[in-house]
């Protein structure tokens, strides 16, 4: 159906009329208005008109100003959408689901229909959607199955001053997408049109990605910004979240109404801050009004994160918590106050000794701009630095490219998979360092993705089409060899939430002693198994939950996630039903098959020695194999924080090693 529907030349039947004033609901008519008074509706006309007379347009515009909600409409009123659906990229699943809701609230129709949203693991998109909001990474994957993408007639690569791995990626692909559609017309191709790619970016730089597309014309857009006062701390603070919270509180009982707005680094940190909002709360004086905390990060049901777009009760505050997509991607209505903890959570890779590791690091000057910017919107603000005005004057001017420092194996995966064999003549916007592409190409082939000449193999090119990274993508092939797919899918989901345990700091000890129930001697991957069968043996009660300190609402995602793994694996093929019964150290042995780099040995002082690198690693406390001596460890993840911790352990017996990955530490003795 889908190829009928890509050779289908004919203009699709347009429903994008007017709906009668009659008929326009009250929500309607003030959407309408919403639409009409943002900066950016003066410009309509012209986007247009240089949209359809230029293949590719870069759109500058400050941050709230309606280049996502709004372009993609314009184009769609224009009719730009008549020959293929207009698709919009982002960074972020957060940020694609509410980009779409909103859209869809403004066009009209229910969510899923004419607008719809793909993210990696739920897709409510249809065939008819006109607009389509998406992950980079699910454009990325869509590529290997409609290689011209000729499902689409425009490309907008949002936020594309943030300069992920991914979205430099499709810059480069669509680039040369764009070339191969307008060639095969060239040739006499009635059935093919042409590419429209529109790059959007919130930051002034635009030149740069003009050059990259033929010096493409820069249109910028002008937003609304009140002033906003900056307050810088006069010490250094040892503990951000801490004077986050002091922060907060501060404001709440000292200034006017407004909501606050504080960036911090992760999930983790996220829920934290909420549970000591909602204590200290507590003991506000009864003539303060209360203080309301909205997280919002990526795995929450979608009526939460709905919550922080509605206004808070009259008298109350409320304070959103959130990590960098509070910066451009989402704005949220109604801030006055920024607190910025001045850091960020960020992949860095080391390419000298290939190890990957999730840092908390220095924002840089221009994020440090926009934070400040979002307590500006409706009217002047203030912003509160947690930290000292040198410490900015030190920052970067500007994040440093992903595709420099991070690990790229999907990345080369997916140019293997859609036929561009030399990653290394790729046209880059810019170049990811030689011995970081080698580092990657060699795991890659211990991998067995690719052949002694880097060719793709059949492995390679299944991964390529697994929602998940190579390692995982390894695991689960393995798994069906070893005849465990049923446990590696499910650990794997375990694995794609931050934790499913919850620890309340004021309870800490009742729920480590709870915990104890469900941990395996052999570490955190069978303890998460143990969990998610004690917790199904339960079918999910509540009460239970509570008792034993599990956070449901992550337990639910994790199930989300086994869903739609099990549909994956059934579609390529494999029987997820396959399961290793109570042999589970085949298990683990599965696991070492993608993650053997992931992997350290017990030292004769008692610490662990990365077999990559030879770091020195700690077990991170959450992890149920903190404090004890195994010979072996493999590890799911790798953060600093004060020292290399590993997160997501388990104990090995160091002869699997060379069983697990026998092209890796084969040529490790060499
Ligand atoms: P830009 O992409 O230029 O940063 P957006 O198109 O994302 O701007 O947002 C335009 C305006 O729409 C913002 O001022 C914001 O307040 C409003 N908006 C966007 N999403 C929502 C939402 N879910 N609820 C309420 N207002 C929203
Ligand atoms: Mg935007």
Same mark, same amino acid.
């Given at each position: ?203 002034? *730089? ?7 597309? +033929?010096? &493409? $014309? #820069?249109?910028?857009? =002008?937003?609304?910004?009140? /002033? ?111 607190? *910025? ?7 860095? +890779?080391? &390419? $000298? #000794?290939?190890?990957? =590791?999730?840092?908390?690091? /220095? ?308």
């Amino acid at each position: 159906r889908q190829l009928q529907h890509q050779n289908d030349s004919r203009p699709r039947k347009l429903i994008n009329k007017e709906p009668t004033t009659e008929a326009m609901t009250l929500k309607a008519k003030e959407l309408k208005k919403h639409r009409i008074s943002l900066p950016i509706y003066t410009a309509r006309d012209i986007i247009i008109k240089e949209v359809k007379e230029n293949p590719c347009v870069v759109i500058v515009g400050e941050t709230g100003s309606g280049k996502t909600t709004q372009i993609p409409q314009y184009l769609l009123e224009s009719g730009l959408a008549a020959h293929g659906t207009i698709s919009v990229t982002q960074p972020r699943r957060v940020a694609a689901i509410n980009l779409a809701r909103r859209v869809a609230e403004e066009v009209g129709t229910p969510l899923g229909q004419k607008v719809g949203y793909s993210i990696r693991f739920d897709d409510s998109s249809s065939k008819d959607s006109l607009i389509k909001y998406m992950t980079d990474g699910i454009m990325l994957r869509e590529l290997l199955s409609d290689r011209l993408l000729l499902r689409y007639s425009v490309i907008i690569l949002d936020e594309a001053h943030e300069r992920t791995l991914r979205t430099d990626i499709l810059f480069g692909m669509v680039k040369g997408i764009q070339k191969q559609r307008q060639d095969l017309i060239d040739r006499g191709r009635k059935d093919i049109q042409p590419l429209k790619i529109v790059i959007m970016s919130a930051t002034l *730089d635009a030149e740069k990605f003009s050059e990259y597309f +033929y010096g &493409a $014309k #820069i249109m910028y857009i =002008s937003g609304r910004q009140f /002033p906003v006062k900056i307050l810088n701390t006069v010490e250094p603070q040892s503990d951000y979240v801490d004077s986050a919270l002091v922060t907060a509180f501060q404001i709440h009982q000292c200034e006017a109404p407004g909501d606050i707005l504080i960036f911090l680094t992760g999930q983790e940190e996220i829920e934290n801050m909420e549970k000591l909002i909602e204590e200290y709360a507590i003991d506000l004086p009864p003539t303060v009004g209360k203080l309301i905390p909205c997280p919002i990060f990526a795995a929450q049901d979608t009526i939460t994160q709905q919550k922080i777009f509605e206004p808070a009760p009259h008298g109350t505050r409320k304070v959103i918590l959130a990590t960098n997509i509070a910066e451009t991607s989402i704005t949220i209505p109604n801030i006055r106050y920024v607190i *910025d903890t001045g850091c960020h959570k960020s992949r860095g +890779y080391n &390419a $000298k #000794i290939g190890i990957e =590791s999730l840092l908390v690091e /220095p924002i840089s000057k221009s994020s440090a701009r926009q934070r400040m910017g979002r307590a500006g919107r409706e009217a002047a603000g203030l912003c509160f630095r947690l930290y000292t005005e040198d410490s900015f004057d030190q920052l970067e001017e500007d994040a440093i490219p992903e595709i420099k420092r991070c690990n790229l194996e999907s990345a080369i995966l997916s140019l293997k998979a859609t036929g561009i064999d030399d990653v290394t003549r790729f046209d880059f916007m810019d170049r990811p360092s030689k011995s970081g592409l080698l580092r990657s190409l060699e795991h890659l082939y211990a991998l067995e993705a690719l052949d002694d000449e880097g060719k793709l193999t059949d492995i390679g090119t299944k991964m390529a089409a697994f929602p998940v990274d190579p390692p995982y993508a390894k695991v689960l092939l393995q798994s069906d060899k070893m005849e465990c797919t049923k446990e590696a899918i499910e650990i794997i989901s375990l694995l794609s939430v931050d934790t499913i345990f919850a620890a309340p700091s004021s309870k800490r000890e009742e729920a480590n002693e709870a915990r104890q129930k469900f941990t395996s001697l052999d570490g955190d991957h069978l303890t998460l198994l143990n969990t998610l069968r004690a917790y199904e043996s339960v079918k999910g009660d509540r009460d239970w939950c509570r008792e034993n300190f599990i956070n449901s609402r992550h337990m639910r995602h994790v199930l989300d996630v086994r869903k739609q793994l099990i549909q994956f694996a059934e579609r390529s093929g494999m029987d997820p039903k396959k399961t290793c019964g109570h042999d589970l150290e085949i298990v683990l042995k599965c696991f070492l098959a993608g993650f053997f780099q992931n992997t350290a040995l017990l030292q004769p002082d008692g610490t662990y020695k990365s077999i990559l690198g030879g770091l020195t690693v700690s077990v991170h406390p959450s992890s149920s194999l903190f404090g004890k001596k195994r010979e072996a460890i493999m590890y799911d993840e790798l953060v600093f924080t004060t020292k290399h911790f590993v997160r997501g352990v388990s104990a090995l017996e160091s002869n699997w090693l060379s069983q697990a990955a026998p092209k890796y530490f084969g040529q490790r003795r060499a």
